[in-house]
């Protein structure tokens, strides 16, 4: 198994514009979980789906902040407009079990 | 308000020698526990799990040990080898399927 895939590995984008963060779950894995980490705040849970469906955004920073899994396959979570301090690294992981979660390399974003 | 806290922020060992690493919990709602190991420009990678029916669960090098008394679990790898060094994260999970990370200890292990 390729294991769970996150586009693109790196973003580089100005204040302002909009970023969109992708994310490939692990087939079978009906859980998918977008996590931010930060050097300040360590490891942070945005959102997660089961079944393509939001279950829990309490953790989404504001309303600059969306995610969408239109289907079983796909993810997205998209910063419009992105600020400076959205720079940090975007990790996405997948779950069969809803218990141990499996992540992918991550994206790190920094907006100039 | 941290829920999860791994209080050493490293740990230097001796090859072939005993690392533990340590983590600590406040919420008693947790009911199972996670560790994760994380190199450099990679994603966390699941290392062992313990549900908290439990006290003890071991894979191979790695033991992780439950204290629901004291909310407090451990991570022991022995012998602990190079390739051992990375970042651990401990996480805490409940019936929400959320978990809650701690903000990681850094192990070296020394050739």
């Known amino acids: 198994d390729a294991g769970v895939i996150q586009s693109p590995r790196h973003e580089v984008t100005e204040m302002g514009q909009e970023v969109t963060l992708r994310c490939k779950p692990i087939?079978?894995?009906?859980?998918l979980f977008w996590y931010r980490q930060t050097m300040m705040r360590g490891l942070e849970l945005l959102i997660y789906?089961?079944?393509?469906?939001?279950?829990?955004d309490s953790g989404m920073p504001e309303d600059r902040f969306s995610a969408k899994m239109p289907n079983a396959s796909f993810s997205t979570l998209k910063i419009q407009p992105s600020e400076p301090r959205d720079s940090a690294v975007y990790f996405c992981?997948?779950?069969?079990?809803?218990?141990?979660?499996?992540f992918g390399p991550g994206t790190r974003l920094l907006v100039l | 308000d941290q829920q999860v806290k791994q209080n050493s922020p490293s740990l230097s060992v001796q090859e072939g020698r005993i690392s533990i690493l340590n983590c600590d919990y406040t919420?008693?709602?947790?009911?199972?526990f996670l560790w994760y190991k994380k190199y450099p420009a990679e994603g966390p990678t699941f290392l062992i799990s313990?549900?908290?029916?439990?006290d003890k669960n071991e894979d191979g090098r790695f033991t992780v040990f439950l204290n629901k008394s004291a909310k407090h679990l451990s991570l022991h790898i022995v012998p602990s080898q190079p390739g051992d060094s990375a970042v651990y994260f401990c996480?805490?999970?409940?019936?929400?399927?959320?978990?809650?990370f701690g903000k990681g200890i850094t192990l070296s292990v020394r050739p």
């Open positions: 992981a997948s779950s069969f079990d809803g218990e141990t979660q499996y």
């Open positions: 087939s079978g894995h009906d859980y």
């Open positions: 789906f089961n079944n393509n469906v939001p279950i829990d």
């Open positions: 919420n008693s709602m947790f009911d199972y």
């Open positions: 313990i549900s908290s029916i439990k």
């Open positions: 996480a805490a999970g409940g019936a929400n399927s959320k978990l809650t």
